[in-house]
């Protein structure tokens, strides 16, 4: 294994132009990499002090080696790109490269080389001086010149690049060839780029911006210049909770980890719109942010500026989405897009492009942004119906979860069924749509061991109104209803306190297994045999939200983020966190799986989101069967696919 770093130059800008525009720039330079052959010594590489490209590393990479940098995205497309080109050598294939961050995130760990040594602890720490150095000499007008031993420096920061990821790697375990077969093949998503409709794009970016500039004005106007823009939150708080009664305030608390907070979000923000007595000024002001829009601008922003050939590259990111492996987004953001489409976008995106005046300006940009993505070979795009739903009593292993899972398999409505069991009905003849919304709710708030809490929640996301005596009553009737529940959400906790408390000793409930090495790494072996990973877990005193202490079992928390002096945060393992993790986990195995299958089928993925896979092509009865087919090590999950073809991306 080669492990190596490299350091660069250019007049693109990389953080605003995206990795495939600045891989391309002519200005694009080496300007030198460090590397080291397993555990050898490092050495550096200076194109300005010797032209030829290392002849040991040409050697290896012809021989098909394998190669190890962090975020190795950035390496390898240098390498293609660049270091082929300039220095007449063949380009590692896709297959040859590891990503260590890839790896770290795999653990559960921070993705960032600076997060990891921090979150670890680590001796070996990225050389604060870097920062400067990448300002003076990499990024857009760079200095030509090397000043005092800046160039020494520039070389110890890169030899230490290599140094810290192989340090940090030596304390994981190494992924499974099936996790790099699914790492690589969510690379070559991520190469192929996402098809957007670039005229489109800009033309909505356009209009964003304009409709933003009128409200900023109009909010000053009516607030008599107390609030300046729609973003100024805590001056328009000022403004509108004077004009507030008392109950319409009350619809604005939230409860955040067992503290009551205000939320004027574009959820609570609908609440107030929703009442009949709502002060006209108040009124008015809540209309004007919606018009001047959530994300939607940002997106269009993204798009715009990380395209190259109306594609945007490197959208996904491998395992990014904290414990459980699942993808995440970078940049575009497609994991969060708007699901509520257009039935017919065309008309409005047409009124877009002309600059004609559309309705309610922000909230039908968001709704378009997924028709952003097109392709004149036509889009196919499918996803699991309720996977998790699926997943969560399938993991239980018993006969009342096969009850649930026969729900499925008979092609029934789990709701409906809910609501039979919920409120004592004979049958689904008596479950009126009241009813059913109250168990759709319900289910969907309870199942990772959600309380009355939770279900409110839930209740406000659907519009309902619910006392807290009637959210407790449908919890313990959903509890009732469901006996397999709480047996596996208990269990699973239970199994991992006993494999800290008894190390090297495998801990089973349902299908979910755990062990602890005794040192550092408690490790919850999944259905499919991958492994999902705890950083120092250890029982130590905690407060619970509602202020009483206890003992917990707690673990690093590598999706947090310290504060100020303060060490990385620990989370607590509670009821919910293990049966959350291991299904979302099952899910997105069910999912990577299926990415591989469908690229190993010739299928041109693009992204997934969640629990659906987008393709390029109309290949509807292709794609289908490769969704439908389940795995191996998922015997008796019953698994069914939606899948849709049209010339844009929709739902």
């Not at 205000?262 to 000024?281: F, G, I, M, R």
């Amino acid at each position: 294994m080669y492990w190596l770093d490299l350091e660069t130059k250019s007049q693109c800008n990389l953080i605003t132009s995206g990795l495939m525009a600045y891989a391309i720039d002519p200005t694009t330079k080496i300007i030198c990499m460090s590397y080291a052959l397993d555990d050898g010594e490092i050495k550096t590489w200076f194109p300005e002090d010797e032209p030829a490209f290392p002849k040991d590393v040409e050697e290896y990479i012809n021989k098909g080696g394998l190669l190890t940098a962090h975020n190795a995205q950035f390496e390898r497309y240098l390498f293609d790109y660049v270091i082929a080109n300039d220095f007449n050598i063949k380009a590692p294939a896709l297959t040859q490269w590891h990503c260590s961050s890839a790896r770290a995130m795999a653990h559960g760990l921070p993705g960032s080389l600076s997060d990891i040594c921090k979150a670890m602890q680590m001796p070996l720490q990225k050389q604060s001086e870097g920062r400067r150095l990448i300002r003076d000499y990499c990024a857009p007008d760079f200095k030509t010149d090397w000043v005092n031993d800046d160039k020494q420096l520039m070389q110890d920061y890169c030899e230490m690049d290599v140094a810290t990821m192989r340090q940090f790697c030596s304390c994981l375990r190494e992924l499974s060839p099936a996790e790099w077969e699914q790492y690589h093949a969510t690379e070559r998503m991520n190469t192929r780029g996402v098809p957007i409709d670039l005229p489109f794009v800009t033309a909505a970016l356009n209009y964003s911006i304009e409709v933003k500039a009128d409200v900023d004005n109009k909010i000053i106007k009516l607030t008599d210049g107390d609030v300046k823009n729609a973003r100024a939150r805590k001056a328009r708080d000022e403004w509108l909770m004077p004009l507030l009664t008392e109950t319409q305030r009350k619809l604005l608390i939230v409860n955040k980890n067992g503290v009551e907070k205000t939320s004027l979000d574009k959820e609570h923000q609908n609440y107030l719109l929703a009442c009949d007595d709502l002060h006209p000024k108040a009124e008015k002001l809540l209309m004007l942010l919606a018009d001047a829009g959530g994300s939607a601008s940002s997106k269009f922003k993204a798009m715009s500026n990380k395209q190259v050939d109306s594609r945007v590259f490197n959208s996904m990111v491998f395992s990014g989405a904290g414990a459980t492996g699942r993808f995440s987004s970078r940049d575009t953001q497609f994991q969060n897009m708007v699901r509520n489409v257009f039935d017919d976008p065309e008309p409005l995106i047409n009124d877009v492009l002309n600059n004609r005046p559309i309705e309610n300006p922000a909230d039908s940009l968001g709704r378009l942004t997924r028709s952003a993505i097109t392709s004149s070979e036509g889009l196919t795009y499918s996803d699991y119906s309720q996977i998790e739903a699926r997943v969560l009593p399938w993991l239980a292993k018993s006969a009342e979860a096969e009850k649930t899972l026969d729900i499925f398999r008979d092609g029934r409505d789990l709701y409906s069924e809910n609501a039979v069991g919920m409120f004592g009905l004979r049958d689904i003849s008596e479950v009126t749509k009241d009813l059913r919304q109250s168990s759709k709710t319900a289910t969907l708030a309870c199942g990772f061991a959600g309380g009355y809490r939770a279900l409110l929640a839930m209740a406000k996301i659907y519009g309902l109104t619910m006392s807290e005596e009637d959210a407790r009553d449908n919890v313990a009737k959903w509890r009732a209803a469901n006996p397999w529940a709480e047996p596996l959400w208990y269990g699973l906790k239970d199994a991992g306190h006993d494999a800290v408390k008894y190390p090297n000793q495998v801990m089973t409930h349902g299908r979910i297994s755990f062990l602890y090495d005794g040192a550092d790494w408690l490790w919850m072996m999944l259905p499919s045999g991958r492994c999902l990973s705890y950083f120092k877990p250890k029982f130590e005193l905690v407060t619970y939200p509602w202020g009483d202490e206890g003992y917990e079992l707690t673990f690093l928390w590598g999706s947090g983020r310290p504060k100020a002096g303060e060490p990385w945060p620990r989370q607590t393992v509670s009821p919910i966190t293990f049966v959350q993790h291991a299904t979302q986990a099952a899910a997105a195995d069910v999912m990577r799986e299926t990415i591989v299958r469908a690229d190993n089928a010739g299928l041109k993925t693009l992204f997934s989101v969640h629990d659906e896979l987008i393709v390029e092509g109309s290949c509807f009865d292709k794609l289908h069967s490769v969704m439908e087919i389940t795995p191996e090590w998922a015997e008796g999950l019953p698994i069914d696919a939606d899948t849709q073809q049209a010339k844009r991306y929709g739902k």
